[in-house]
C-alpha cells in the first residue's frame, strides 16, 4: 500500500505534524510505504485557471500548464493508494499551502460541456485537522471543505480526524485521548480496526 501525506502545516514540528506522527504509527507498522511531502517547503502557485489542462491530447493526464513542484505531487497522488491531507485551522480554513494544491487538483477533471471525468475517481483521501479552538471554530468549515472537495473528485472520503483545543504542543502530548484517537484513526485507515 502507497500512503502519500500531503502536509499542509507550514511548521515542520508543529501540532499537526505530532498528530501525523501518531496516525502513522500503524501504518508504518503495517508496512505501508509512506511519503510525506511538505507542501510549504515546494514551490506551488495558484491555479491560473487557463484551462490548458482542458486540451484534448490531455484528457488521460493532469495536463497543468504551470512548470512547478506540483508536478511531481500529481504523480505521486496518482500513484498514491491514499492520499492523507493534514492541516492546521488558519484563519477558518485550511492553511494556503495546502488550498493551493487543492486549487491544483482542477486538472484532474476533464470538462465536456456540463460533465466531466475526475482523473480521480474512487482515489482514497483522508483529512487529518488540528486546531486551537473548539471543532465549532474553523475544524468544521475545513471538514465541510475535504467533504466538498471529495465529492467533486469523485474520490473516497476515507475518513477525517480534527483534534481540536490544541494550544499548545505540551497541551498536546500531555493528552493521552488525542494520541489514542489519532493512532485509532491510523489502524482504521489501513483497515486494521
Given at each position: 500500500m502507497k500512503v502519500l501525506v500531503l502536509q499542509g502545516s507550514p511548521r515542520k514540528k508543529g501540532n499537526t505534524q505530532e498528530v501525523v506522527d501518531w496516525a502513522l504509527g500503524p501504518v508504518g507498522e503495517s508496512g505501508a510505504d509512506v511519503e510525506e511531502v511538505f507542501v510549504a517547503e515546494k514551490e506551488i502557485s495558484g491555479c491560473r485557471e487557463c484551462f490548458a489542462c482542458q486540451a484534448p491530447e490531455k484528457r488521460a493526464v493532469p495536463g497543468c500548464a504551470v512548470r512547478d513542484d506540483m508536478t511531481d505531487i500529481y504523480i505521486k497522488v496518482l500513484d498514491a493508494n491514499l492520499v492523507i491531507m493534514a492541516t492546521p485551522v488558519f484563519c477558518w480554513g485550511m492553511s494556503a499551502q495546502l488550498k493551493a494544491v487543492c486549487d491544483r487538483f482542477?486538472?484532474?477533471?476533464?470538462?465536456?460541456?456540463?460533465?466531466?471525468?475526475?482523473?480521480?475517481?474512487?482515489?482514497?483521501?483522508?483529512?487529518?485537522?488540528t486546531a486551537a479552538g473548539d471543532e465549532f471554530d474553523g475544524a468544521d468549515l475545513v471538514v465541510e471543505q475535504f467533504q466538498r472537495l471529495?465529492?467533486?473528485m469523485k474520490?473516497?472520503?476515507?475518513?477525517?480526524?480534527?483534534v481540536c483545543s490544541v494550544e499548545s504542543g505540551d497541551k498536546l502530548r500531555a493528552d493521552p485521548a488525542a494520541r489514542a484517537r489519532a493512532e485509532a484513526f491510523g489502524r482504521k485507515l489501513i483497515g486494521a480496526d
Open positions: 482542477f486538472c484532474f477533471h476533464k470538462f465536456e460541456g456540463h460533465n466531466y471525468t475526475s482523473l480521480l475517481r474512487g482515489k482514497r483521501f483522508a483529512l487529518i485537522v471529495m465529492e467533486y474520490a473516497e472520503d476515507a475518513g477525517r480526524l480534527a
